[in-house]
Nanobody, 127 residues
Framework: QVQLVESGGGQVQAGGSLRVSCAAS????????MGWFRQAPGKEREFVAA????????YYADSVKGRFTISRDNAKNTVYLQMNSVKPEDTAVYYC????????????????????WGQGTQVTVSS
């Protein structure tokens, strides 16, 4: 069982920055691919970014590429999403998720491939 707890959401003005964090329980966090997804009101949940178990590979949705950065600290069992140059369309509930296939070489972008989810943290970007 893996528990994920997001934090760091809030309100930010367009063009600003915000960092959200996700703390994970368990001793095998360092073997998981971790992802960030988001869901805006009235829309389906969508992939944002993911990082492989070692942090050596990342993948981003086109909508956030160049603005958002995913990173992880395996010593702290934590994954981060640094959001820069935010836009009103980035407003959503942000969820972290864990793909617990050990040392996977493939980064998944479909939410159906992730096994555990956090409760989400609200990010609101005002214009």
């Amino acid at each position: 069982q893996v528990q994920l707890v997001e934090s760091g959401g809030g309100q930010v003005q367009a063009g600003g920055s915000l960092r959200v964090s996700c703390a994970a329980s368990g001793r095998t966090f360092s073997s998981y691919t971790m992802g960030w997804f988001r869901q805006a009101p009235g829309k389906e949940r969508e992939f944002v970014a993911a990082i492989n178990w070692s942090g050596s590979r990342t993948y981003y949705a086109d909508s956030v590429k160049g603005r958002f950065t995913i990173s992880r600290d395996n010593a702290k069992n934590t994954v981060y999403l640094q959001m820069n140059s935010v836009k009103p369309e980035d407003t959503a509930v942000y969820y972290c998720a864990a793909d617990v296939r050990y040392y996977s070489i493939t980064i998944m972008t479909s939410d159906s491939e992730y096994d555990y989810w956090g409760q989400g943290t609200q990010v609101t970007v005002s214009s």
